[in-house]
């Protein structure tokens, strides 16, 4: 994965994705995604992860990475395994408080990221979220409106894809507002474990 997160340009994440979490927040429309931006800064593959004393509040997200491994631009989404170096479990982590100031996505150490796997059918992988120790959230990426290939090859319309490049393709249901202290452990069998305990940092 480092040789890969090494030449991360951007990441790319996706809104609301997963069929339970859209009827959460009360989403209907089946158009295009929402999209977001965060900085490589945000990745980390380290177990302490340290984070800014402006965050007040934080969700935690377990979510599906696909890590780009060669540049594409306006790819079919047939073709999109030809350009996937691989696969990973992450947290995209959220800063709650900022969302009004458009600042919700920006801060370091905001992307917790496992290692690169291979995964043969990336329609068909278990995501779990525990947070000390209870389980918080549980889906499998065939419950996702948008698939992972549908939405690389939607941003490559939009953006060149670089090697390293991560998109972010959504979290299931009851994300959860976690605080300092907190260990957090993403599981899946396709893609691996991650555990990482949060921090107050400079």
Not at 146 to 165: E, N, P, Q, Y
Not at 185 to 200: A, D, T
């Amino acid at each position: 994965m480092r040789q890969y997160i090494q030449h991360t340009r951007k990441i790319i994440g996706v809104g609301p994705n997963f069929k339970a979490f859209r009827a959460e927040k009360g989403i209907t429309h089946t158009d295009d995604p929402f999209l977001f931006f965060k900085s490589p800064e945000s990745l980390t593959m380290e177990e302490n992860i340290y984070l800014s004393p402006l965050l007040t509040e934080f969700i935690c997200e377990v979510e599906m990475a696909v890590v780009i491994g060669k540049e594409a631009k306006s790819i079919a989404e047939q073709d999109v395994p030809s350009i996937v170096a691989g696969y990973a479990i992450v947290n995209d982590m959220t800063a709650s408080a900022h969302f009004d100031t458009g600042r919700f996505k920006m801060f370091d150490q905001l992307t917790p990221i496992g290692e690169l796997t291979d995964v043969e059918d990336p329609t068909n992988v278990d995501l779990e979220m525990w947070v000390n120790g209870e389980m918080i959230q549980k889906d499998n990426t065939q419950n996702m409106l948008f698939s992972a290939h549908w939405i690389v090859s939607h941003i490559s319309r939009m953006a060149t894809l670089c090697k390293g490049d991560i998109i972010l393709t959504g979290t299931p249901a009851k994300p959860l507002n976690c605080r300092i202290g907190d260990v957090i452990e993403l599981r899946s069998p396709q893609l691996g474990n991650r555990k990482h305990v949060i921090h107050r940092g400079l």
